[in-house]
């Protein structure tokens, strides 16, 4: 087995069959890092001390022959806005450099109870803010497939460390595309599940304790295999202990799909030009990857948006943006304030009222979400799952001096601001629905190109169930990068 790229499912195996122990793995993992991760950047905490006597433990049970978790021995990092006991938790904020949790995130506390052994932490932009990933504690991480350009985020030292085989496995989070981006710039899977599956306590942002549920914010694994996905969820997904009591979590497993030429797949590759254009070359690739799906026997069709790209990237700015700018300075807030009164609806001009909005603003969009959601499920009574582009663009090169307002991705020559280029992942994300980012290819200048497969709301088991069709008929499966 090739620890480099070695799955979390075949390691946890190989750990319970004694062809390789858990401190081995660790080891293999801690040199790699010394090795490659100077270039990158990726994990920029690390608990060895306590993860070294951690695999000592999980070795002595598994040789003890006890029941073990569903993670056991399995080293692994988290992104660095999930609470770690004893180990510094600063989700990129210089006010948080020394902050050092004295409890575990709820999430990363289920992974500890399965078996896991939390190892390091990867590195987030500011208050995970931004699909580039740099800050001012721990500087910028580069892509694993060219270090002059973005991981994406703010999950992005999540996913290029597990690209470059320095993890099997991560915890992310996604309010606005923040596991799907990089998942897509760095050629991994990444599950952004159902809203309200996986619990966010313990996540920064919010503040540190904070007991509130932020809307919109989802939270889930990156790996190299969809296996691993699953066996994470299973893991980190269920209710908040004081909701335990009156619930437990059900996912739809749907109807049983067996054959990808049971499968009804729809595109919408060609909506939204409007609002984002997207690269020549990726189109392509998704295209392509479209194309393939039906010489394997899939019904495969170009549909319209069940809501139009504009109408769900204004739901997503108004739903969202507000919770963002509760951070913002009161003098920044204050000018963002004023533009309540500028007249207009440019996106631009939209995202900054609705950094300050008002609770009236979150009303209405709040029912504008809910009728956007009616019309996803009315598509998924004729359609299996949804593709999508993930970005307009392959992963771009960094662009960290700029004031975020004020940044654009080239998409062949158009200039597309950084708020409005991330409207594919906003508009899905605000309707709060399961998406699988699956990696579909390279694209010809050798970058990662991956695709949203969405599923309806609460059929997380169902959607990965069907990307694993998706992903034996037409993926490549992870390729590793080039390092």
Same mark, same amino acid.
């Given at each position: 087995?090739?620890? $480099? ?25 801690? *040199? ?13 905490? &690390? *608990? &060895? ?9 999980? *070795? ?43 409890? $575990? ?121 969809? *296996? ?14 004081? $909701? ?60 319209? &948006? ?33 533009? $309540? ?13 609705? &950094? ?128």
């Amino acid at each position: 087995m090739d620890l $480099d790229v070695a799955t979390a499912t075949q390691i946890i195996a190989a750990i319970a069959a004694r062809t390789v122990s858990s401190r081995e793995v660790l080891e293999h993992l801690v *040199d790699r890092i010394d090795r490659l991760d100077g270039d990158l950047n990726t994990v920029v905490a &690390l *608990d &060895l001390d306590r993860a070294r006597a951690a695999a000592e433990s999980a *070795d002595a049970v598994t040789a003890s022959g006890a029941p073990t978790g569903a993670l056991h021995g399995l080293p692994m990092t988290v992104k660095d806005v999930w609470e770690t006991e004893g180990l510094v938790t600063t989700s990129g904020a210089p006010e948080l450099a020394t902050h050092v949790p004295t409890s $575990d995130a709820l999430a990363v506390g289920r992974l500890r109870h399965a078996g896991a052994i939390i190892f390091g932490k990867t590195n987030t932009p500011l208050y995970a803010g931004d699909f580039q990933t740099y800050n001012d504690v721990y500087g910028v991480t580069n892509n694993p497939w060219d270090t002059s350009r973005t991981t994406g985020g703010s999950s992005g030292g999540a996913a290029a460390a597990v690209a470059a085989g320095l993890t099997p496995l991560e915890l992310g989070s996604d309010i606005g595309g923040s596991i799907r981006n990089p998942a897509h710039f760095n050629g991994v899977y990444g599950l952004k599940p159902s809203w309200g599956v996986v619990p966010s306590r313990g996540h920064i942002p919010g503040p540190p304790g904070t007991l509130v549920e932020s809307d919109v914010n989802c939270n889930g694994p990156l790996a190299r295999s969809l *296996d691993d996905l699953e066996l994470a969820l299973d893991v980190v997904a269920g209710p908040l202990p004081e $909701d335990a009591p009156g619930w437990h979590l059900r996912l739809d497993e749907g109807p049983a799909i067996e054959d990808i030429s049971d499968l009804r797949v729809a595109t919408v590759f060609h909506e939204g030009t409007d609002v984002v254009p997207l690269a020549s070359d990726l189109r392509s690739g998704l295209e392509g990857y479209a194309a393939r799906l039906a010489d394997a026997g899939a019904r495969v069709e170009a549909i319209s &948006l069940p809501v139009p790209l504009a109408e769900g990237l204004l739901s997503w700015q108004e739903l969202v943006l507000p919770i963002i700018g509760l951070g913002l300075p009161e003098d920044a807030f204050a000018s963002f304030a004023e533009l $309540d009164a500028v007249p207009g609806d440019d996106p631009m001009l939209v995202a900054g009222r609705a &950094l300050a909005g008002r609770y009236r603003t979150w009303a209405r969009a709040n029912g504008r979400r809910q009728r956007q959601r009616a019309a996803w499920a009315a598509c998924f009574e004729h359609w299996d799952v949804v593709l999508a582009p993930v970005m307009p663009t392959t992963a771009f090169p960094h662009d960290v001096e700029r004031p975020m307002l004020e940044r654009h991705i080239d998409v062949d020559g158009t200039p597309v601001s950084h708020l409005v280029a991330m409207a594919w992942c906003g508009a899905v994300g605000s309707v709060l629905l399961p998406v699988v980012a699956l990696p579909t290819g390279l694209s010809p200048e050798g970058l990662p190109v991956g695709v949203q497969a969405i599923g309806p709301f609460l059929g997380d088991r169902r959607l990965l169930r069907m990307a694993g069709l998706l992903d034996a008929a037409a993926g490549p499966g992870f390729t590793p990068p080039p390092l």
